[in-house]
């Protein structure tokens, strides 16, 4: 098995991404008023659990590259109208 970083390169905007939409949920239970700590913790569980995925499932994942973006791309979208939903409430 040896690396070779180009059969991860279809995954990089994914991978950027991926770490914006956790900054987004993580920006909403805060707002929501969860306990940072438990945040932190189940946000520290889902980042190694995508790793371990991310690992492991890449070899398989890779013909399906392209499909894996565009949900992960319409999850942030979706998310990001979601989180500004209540600031367009208050301007109605």
Known sequence: ???????YVPFLG???FG??????????????????IILGCLS???VICWLLIGTYGT????????HIEFVGGL???ILGIQ???P???LYL
Do not use: C, H, W
Not at 19 to 36: D, K, Y
Not at 59 to 66: D, L, M, P, S, T
């Open 44 to 46: 520290l569980i889902t």
């Open 19 to 36: 770490n914006i939409e956790n900054l987004v949920l993580a920006a909403q239970g805060t707002v929501a008023g969860v306990n940072p």
């Open 59 to 66: 070899r398989v994942a890779i013909k399906y590259a392209r």
């Open 1 to 7: 098995m040896s690396f070779d970083m180009k059969d």
């Open 75 to 77: 999850a942030i979208f």
């Open 83 to 85: 989180s500004m939903l």
């Open 14 to 16: 994914l991978l950027i």
């Open 87 to 89: 600031v367009f409430q």
